[in-house]
């Protein structure tokens, strides 16, 4: 084999595995806020700033107003889903699906849906209710005081 061809096929084979790599990545959802039939806009904007893994403590979200009666809203930015089961009870949950880590993308039905394999997940305690995930998302603190909802 000369020295030429084995070039060419370690750069098909890099850019082969490059292009793998882009795909998984890409599987782990946008950065967008979802915004759907039950759900809110967050308003939240980008600041530009690497995304953390963890929410933010004291950072203010939402007013109770913004958040509907038996819906949520995702907090993308922020990693956190907060519903509100009923009139004035508040929840919160990791956005982040127990299946693959992919985000959640809606809230609809009484249920926290994943869009990459369609897990949902109960608004009042973050039980799983249809798979494929089979844990629960995990509970997320958070403080209600008058019409402000913040990450506690």
Request: net charge negative; proline share 3%; hydrophobic share 35%.
């Given at each position: 084999m000369?020295?030429?061809?084995?070039?060419?096929?370690?750069?098909?084979?890099?850019?082969?595995?490059?292009?793998?790599?882009?795909?998984?990545?890409?599987?782990?959802?946008?950065?967008?806020?979802?915004?759907?039939?039950?759900?809110?806009?967050?308003?939240?904007?980008?600041?530009?700033?690497?995304?953390?893994?963890?929410p933010q403590a004291g950072a203010a979200l939402a007013k109770t107003a913004d958040i509907p009666v038996g819906g949520g809203t995702i907090f993308k930015e922020q990693?956190?889903?907060?519903?509100?089961?009923?009139?004035?009870?508040?929840?919160?949950?990791?956005?982040?699906?127990?299946?693959?880590?992919?985000s959640v993308g809606s809230v609809e039905g009484g249920a926290i849906v994943c869009p990459c394999h369609n897990s949902k997940f109960n608004i009042t305690d973050g039980a799983v209710t249809a798979g494929p995930a089979d844990k629960p998302l995990p509970a997320q603190q958070i403080k209600v005081e008058g019409d402000q909802i913040t990450l506690a």
């Open positions: 000369t020295e030429d061809l084995r070039s060419r096929r370690a750069v098909i084979a890099g850019v082969g595995a490059g292009g793998l790599a882009l795909a998984i990545t890409a599987c782990g959802g946008g950065t967008d806020t979802a915004s759907t039939a039950g759900t809110t806009d967050s308003g939240a904007t980008a600041s530009g700033a690497p995304e953390s893994s963890a990693k956190v889903v907060i519903t509100q089961p009923t009139e004035g009870e508040f929840k919160a949950f990791s956005a982040v699906c127990t299946h693959q880590g992919c």
